[in-house]
């Protein structure tokens, strides 16, 4: 029988390591492209992205502290991702007065029917689930830490 550090258990963890990193990255660039800093509350995703980055280096040279470190960083991160999927869902909401399709019929519209179309951004220009590719990140960071060997050895 295997245990937990011999087989393919180190190869899956660096290759979710991997695509927590080409996750971030390509997150980077996507805020890069919208220029995604304009406003404060923006910069909490750039935050978020190297708060990733950090956990994903404290893993790839992992200690009993620096794994504890790291899953307490993604938290946070997760906890962003899920603000920031708010925002963009209330950003698009309070936008929909203004949409040139919308803007008539915005006042007579019920109130789950104005949250759906901001959710499915039917109205306004923010992206919804954008924020959600940060949990995504981070959640890769955290899997990357479940039956650590450093874990066991530290404990022991």
């Not at 019929?105 to 029917?113: F, Q, Y």
């Not at 104005?114 to 990140?137: C, D, E, M, Y």
């Amino acid at each position: 029988m295997m245990r937990g550090d011999e087989g393919s258990g180190p190869l899956l963890r660096r290759g979710i390591l991997w695509l927590a990193g080409l996750v971030t990255v390509g997150i980077a660039v996507d805020l890069a492209a919208d220029r995604h800093w304009t406003q404060p509350v923006q910069v909490i995703a750039w935050a978020a992205l190297v708060l990733t980055g950090v956990a994903a280096l404290l893993v790839g040279r992992p200690t009993r502290t620096r794994l504890q470190v790291a899953r307490a960083l993604v938290a946070l991160v997760i906890v962003a991702s899920v603000l920031g999927v708010w925002e963009h869902v209330e950003s698009n909401y309070d936008a929909g007065e203004l949409d040139y399709v919308y803007a008539d019929a915005w006042g007579g519209l019920s109130e789950p029917n104005r949250w759906w179309l901001a959710l499915s951004k039917t109205v306004g220009p923010s992206p919804p689930f954008a924020p959600g590719a940060l949990a995504q990140a981070a959640l890769c960071v955290l899997l990357a830490t479940v039956r650590h060997p450093a874990l066991r050895r530290e404990t022991a």
